[in-house]
């Protein structure tokens, strides 16, 4: 199994961006479909964006769309969530997780590995 690190959280204000790096080892990472989720303060866990092995494919939450974007590069074992226009609503802990699957799936369970998370919080 990968073992997932996340890093690149912090403060930003309103209007700000991010990125956000989840890096692997123990396993090939290229292998798995990597997706990100975020846990905000009392909310469910909830998805955010999912990349195919090989990048060529990619899935994102419909109102995350147009100001979130998931890249991988193999080479460096390496996830990123570019994170740009945040917006308080943003705030969470944000989570890199690896699925063995072919499909840059949004389903929680269809992930086997998870990161320890990064703190985003957005606020002025």
């Known amino acids: 199994q990968v073992q997932l690190v996340e890093s690149g959280g912090g403060l930003v204000q309103p209007g700000g961006s991010l990125r956000l790096s989840c890096s692997g080892s123990?396993?090939?990472?290229?292998?798995?479909?990597m997706g990100w989720f975020r846990q905000g303060p009392g909310k469910e866990r909830e998805f955010v964006a999912a990349i195919t092995r090989g990048g060529g494919n990619r899935n994102y939450a419909s109102s995350l769309m147009g100001r979130f974007t998931i890249s991988r590069d193999n080479t460096k074992n390496t996830v990123f969530l570019q994170m740009n226009g945040l917006k308080p609503e943003d705030t969470a802990v944000y989570y890199c997780?690896?699925?063995?699957?072919?499909?840059?799936?949004?389903?929680?369970?269809?992930?086997?590995?998870w990161g320890q998370g990064t703190q985003v919080t957005v606020s002025s």
């Open positions: 123990g396993r090939t990472f290229s292998d798995y479909v």
């Open positions: 997780a690896g699925a063995r699957g072919s499909y840059p799936t949004s389903n929680s369970n269809a992930y086997d590995a």
